[in-house]
């Protein structure tokens, strides 16, 4: 199993950051192309878990003043508002682009957002969110590689629970699928998708981790 996360920022201002973590892969950057070539490489090697840093859905509440509220944990950094709505708006764009890539390169790929069906087989995709507190390290490639870490700790683990509180959504992660043909399900247009959250407390222990191999 590969594990990877992709930081979403401005390509052109080398802010894309990415790692991959696993048996056969373990390398990062803010080079689109690198990241294109070795994400295939993964998917067709063997199951992959995917992880976008940045907003993947919005509330969809029938209150609709409540509806552009920060989403139940994000705890003073709304989806709506500052850098929030500012990587949200890119990765409107850079979410679907990169998943045609990777199904252009990899014909009858597949990936879902539940998270309690893994990934078992090359050609398959689990994706998630991966939320990185902004400043807990020295780049955008660094943060994807504690975000990869923390990931593959998480799902480890027998119960799962996404670091975000559930309420009606929706996924602009799931149109990305439906976008890119990994799925036909149009459940996944309000289905959340697992929250990773990397918080600052728990850097210094993933670093270490990290190092330790």
């Known amino acids: 199993m590969h594990y990877a996360v992709i930081d979403i920022g401005s390509p052109r201002q080398g802010n894309l950051g990415w790692w991959i973590t696993g048996p056969f892969i373990e390398n990062g950057g803010t080079g689109p192309e690198d990241m294109i070539a070795s994400l295939t490489e993964a998917v067709r090697a063997g199951p992959v878990v995917l992880g976008f840093e940045a907003p993947m859905y919005v509330p969809a509440k029938r209150d609709i003043r409540a509806t552009i509220q920060q989403r139940p944990g994000e705890a003073g950094r709304p989806w709506s508002a500052g850098a929030g709505a500012s990587v949200t708006a890119m990765a409107l764009a850079l979410v679907p682009a990169i998943l045609d890539r990777v199904a252009s390169n990899v014909p009858g790929v597949i990936a879902w957002q539940d998270w309690t069906r893994r990934p078992e087989k090359a050609g398959e995709i689990l994706v998630f969110e991966a939320f990185v507190t902004t400043g ?4 955008h490639a660094e943060d994807a590689k504690l975000a990869a870490y923390a990931a593959r700790e998480l799902l480890g683990q027998a119960n799962i629970v996404s670091a975000l509180g559930e309420e009606p959504c929706m996924s602009t992660l799931g149109a990305a699928l439906l976008h ?8 996944e247009l309000s289905r959340q998708c697992l929250v990773v959250k990397l918080s600052k407390t728990k850097v210094a222990e993933a670093i270490g981790r990290i190092a330790d191999g």
């Not at 807990?136 to 780049?139: H, L, N, Q, T, W």
């Open 180 to 187: 890119a043909g990994m799925s036909l399900d149009i459940g």
């Open 136 to 139: 807990v390290s020295d780049g």
